[in-house]
Structure formats: structure tokens, C-alpha cells
């Protein structure tokens, strides 16, 4: 197969097609005449020499899911149990109702970017750079409250137009605290129980919205089961949920402010992230020198999360920036 391969790339890539020789002619029609054959046994070549909407480049590898967010992810129980779960299920459905909505909340530096790039990782073939992955940041892409309505317009048609494109789509909102608010309730419709709505069909798009709204909420709860003695391991997702959503709904600085999303029950997980401790930081730094293909050195490693702030100011438990910093601090110790 890779032999034909090689044909089917020396024939269709080939750059030069002015003053053909008479054997050069004769190779080529020789070519034609295999490859014809070749195509014959093989109708589905021509995608895999370039990303498509198809099972070749779009599949979950849940196994490699399940092991990043076991080895990568640090201190997040609960997301890391939930998200594997809604994902899996989610995509093991043939037939979904509407699309995953998933809403990660947490401090900064906690793993929300760092989740949805596992998710992309172990879904598409291509992972983040995928054509099929779209990325929205609310500074970036919807900067001015003046601009709203275009926005709203822009969005649905970028969200229409891709899905159209790839059903299985990712969309990742980034910085939904920043977002101006009664925004996102204009792709509402895409993320509700419609077969279609206009010829299109929305069932099987992934919508990830990031947010540090609600951190405060998530912050208070890991601070009350320490004050309890109990361990962080213990806070369930029912320990969170209602009062993270009730938190967000009610931010008039978030973008999730009185949306029809949460008022509509769209949103199917809302996903919390703990505030990280200096164990966890540890563990990110430890992480980052293997990365960068460096023998993970502890006492560098707790060298560098030391540096960092934490708190409540005398308490000290948890990291004021999570691990966000960490990757930049390394540059210095190694």
C-alpha cells in the first residue's frame, strides 16, 4: 500500500506538467492505468492524506484520556472523574439529543485550558491544531460592548458554518467571565434539544466554555472541609454544583450573567476546579521538567513552588496563581 501511496503522491503532486516526453508519457499513463486499480480497492485514500470529518481523524481514545487526566492532571478529583465520564458517554452515543455543553470553573492556574486541550487531544488527530477545534477568547474576538450585536451575528454564523462544515465540531469559549454579558445567549438554540434547525444538525458538537467566574464559591468550600479537618478528596460534585451555578447565573461581570444557558438547564456539567496546594505545584513542576525531557528533580521542583504566593495570608494552603506560572519559573532552575 505505501508503494502505491508513493505513486499516487508522484502523480498528483507533481509539479511539472509542460514539455512531456514520450517515455515520461508512457510512465505516466503506466501509472494511471495501476493507480486506477489501486483507487478501486481502496475508495477511502484520498482521506488519509488530508484532515476530513471522518472516523480516521475524529474518534475518542478513551484509554488516553483516562491516562492524561489520571497522570497529568493534578488535584482535580472531581473534574477529572467527570469529564472522562460526560465525555465518553457522550461520544459513545450514536444518536445525542444535543450537544455536550460542558462549563469548567476555577481559579486561575488550575487546569481548565489544560482539560479542554486533553479533551481535543484524544478526540481529534490532530488535537488543538485540528481544523475542526475553534477557539474563542472574549478579549480577542469580542473586545468592545458596543460591537454586541455584531458579535451575535458573527458568532452564530462562524458557529452555523463550521458545524455545517464537520458535525463533530469543538468549540472552546475562553474567558466567559470576561465576556459582555446576554452574548452567549445568542447560540442558545445550537445548544437545545432541535433534530435541525435550518437543514443543520447540531446533536454532535462539543461546546467547552472556561471561566474563573465561581472561584470564589469553589475556594470556599475546599476552605471549609480544611477548617472541618476533612480531606480535599472528600468534596463531591454535590457539594459544588448548585451553589458554582447559582454563583455564576448571579455575576453581573460574567458572561454567563442571566443567560437562557444555565436558565435553561443547556448546560450539562458544570465542572469544578479546586484550588491547587503546594503538593499539587510540586507535582506541576515535576511534570514540566519531564517535558522538556529533564530528570524531574524534587528539591528543584519544591524550590519553585515555594516561590510562588499562597493563601489565606497566614494559613498559606492554596497557590493564589494554581500552576500557571510554573512553566516560566523553570526556565531559571533549569
Not at 170 to 188: A, N, R, V
Not at 204 to 232: P, Y
Request: hydrophobic share 40%; net charge neutral.
Amino acid at each position: 500500500m505505501k508503494r502505491h501511496a508513493l505513486l499516487l503522491w508522484m502523480l498528483l503532486c507533481s509539479g511539472r506538467t509542460e514539455a512531456i516526453e514520450p517515455i515520461s508519457t508512457g510512465i505516466a499513463v503506466g501509472m494511471a492505468a495501476a493507480l486506477t486499480g489501486f483507487l478501486a480497492s481502496y475508495p477511502n485514500i484520498f482521506y488519509y492524506f488530508s484532515e476530513c470529518c471522518r472516523p480516521e481523524w475524529i474518534a475518542l481514545n478513551r484509554t488516553g484520556l483516562a491516562h492524561d487526566l489520571e497522570t497529568r492532571l493534578f488535584g482535580q478529583h472531581i473534574a477529572s472523574h467527570l469529564i472522562l465520564r460526560a465525555v465518553s458517554g457522550f461520544m459513545n452515543n450514536k444518536n445525542p439529543k444535543k450537544p455536550l455543553v460542558l462549563s469548567l470553573h476555577g481559579w486561575t492556574g488550575t487546569g481548565k485550558n489544560f482539560v479542554s486541550e486533553l479533551i481535543a487531544d484524544n478526540i481529534y488527530r490532530e488535537g488543538m491544531d485540528s481544523s475542526f477545534v475553534h477557539v474563542f477568547t472574549s478579549e480577542l474576538h469580542f473586545p468592545h460592548a458596543s460591537q454586541i450585536d455584531t458579535y451575535k451575528t458573527q458568532l452564530q454564523q462562524w458557529i452555523r458554518g463550521n458545524v455545517s462544515n464537520c458535525a463533530q465540531s469543538l468549540f472552546i469559549f475562553d474567558e466567559m467571565d470576561k465576556m459582555h454579558p446576554g452574548l452567549i445567549d445568542s447560540i442558545k438554540p445550537y445548544l437545545d434539544y432541535y433534530e435541525k434547525l435550518d437543514g443543520v444538525s447540531y446533536g454532535k458538537a462539543i461546546f467547552i466554555f472556561l471561566s474563573n467566574a465561581g472561584g470564589e464559591a469553589i475556594i470556599q468550600t475546599a476552605l471549609d472541609f480544611w477548617n472541618a479537618g476533612r480531606k480535599r478528596e472528600e468534596i463531591e460534585l454535590k457539594d459544588l454544583e448548585n451553589s458554582l451555578s447559582l454563583s455564576v447565573f448571579n455575576n453581573k461581570n460574567s458572561g454567563f450573567w442571566h443567560t437562557n444557558l444555565i436558565d435553561k438547564h443547556l448546560v450539562d456539567f458544570f465542572v469544578p476546579f479546586l484550588p491547587l496546594e503546594f503538593s499539587h505545584v510540586v507535582q506541576c513542576a515535576m511534570a514540566g521538567m519531564s517535558a522538556r525531557g529533564l530528570r524531574p528533580d524534587l528539591e528543584v521542583a519544591k524550590q519553585v513552588a515555594g516561590e510562588l504566593v499562597y493563601f489565606p495570608k497566614y494559613e498559606r494552603i492554596y497557590s493564589s496563581k494554581g500552576c500557571k506560572t510554573i512553566d516560566s519559573k523553570l526556565d531559571y532552575y533549569t
